[in-house]
């Protein structure tokens, strides 16, 4: 799977857009873009992810670059409640492996929204 | 709806003490999986089940052995606890895209 690169920590006010990097210049062309975030000490939790259209859901926005090699995603009106660690996965899609779903987490972004 | 559920949620072991982990689901998913994650680092694969009857290594195996007992649960067992494994222990299930995660179980070992 390709390595990612995101900042270790961000800060974002509340109530203002926060956007996360995310470079991935080795990424292949089966390869999707997944978002999870970690609120402390919880299990994480699915976000968003894409191939290489913009995708939006009711948590989040992502945005592809069009040669793929780097991705934002965008929580639109953060609030305190989305002070997390957010990581940013490149895997193929599940149904093509036939090996299960592995996800290959790195450190991530220590997303802090303050008042 | 519970959706992935773990036993226990603390545990302190002494080191060659042995333990299971229970972990299940009820989402009717096929694959299921075992985290561990030490403090201020990402989760690092343990073992994968990518459906009922079969089980694969994932990146750190040492010291870990796995049951897949039907499509519910899938537990993890420590044999003979060593400090190095004092790590905070997550399960998760998928069915195709998105892995849903439990809340965790906390271990020590002495």
């Known amino acids: ?115 | 709806n519970a959706g992935v559920t773990q036993t226990p949620k603390f545990q302190v072991l002494k080191t060659g003490q042995s333990m299971t982990l229970q972990c299940a689901q009820d989402m009717n998913h096929n694959s299921m999986y075992w985290y561990r994650q030490d403090p201020g680092m990402g989760l690092r694969l343990i073992y994968y089940s990518a459906s009922e009857g079969t089980t694969d290594k994932g990146e750190v195996p040492n010291g870990y052995n796995v049951s897949r007992l039907n499509k519910r649960e899938f537990s993890l067992r420590l044999e003979s606890a060593a400090p190095s494994q004092t790590s905070v222990y997550f399960c998760a299930s998928s069915r195709s895209d998105e892995q849903y995660f439990g809340p965790g179980t906390r271990l020590t070992v002495t």
């Open chain 1, 1 to 115: 799977d390709a390595k990612t690169t995101q900042p270790t920590s961000m800060d974002c006010a509340e109530g203002r857009a926060a956007n996360l990097p995310c470079n991935h210049s080795t990424i292949s062309g089966n390869e999707y873009v997944y978002w999870y975030r970690q609120i402390h000490s919880q299990g994480p939790q699915y976000i968003i992810h894409g191939l290489k259209n913009n995708e939006t859901n009711e948590m989040a926005s992502l945005i592809i670059t069009e040669d793929r090699k780097s991705s934002t995603l965008i929580l639109p009106h953060a609030t305190l409640r989305d002070t997390a660690v957010y990581y940013c996965i490149v895997r193929p899609y599940p149904i093509l492996t036939g090996g299960g779903n592995k996800l290959t987490f790195g450190t991530g972004t220590q997303l802090k929204v303050e008042l």
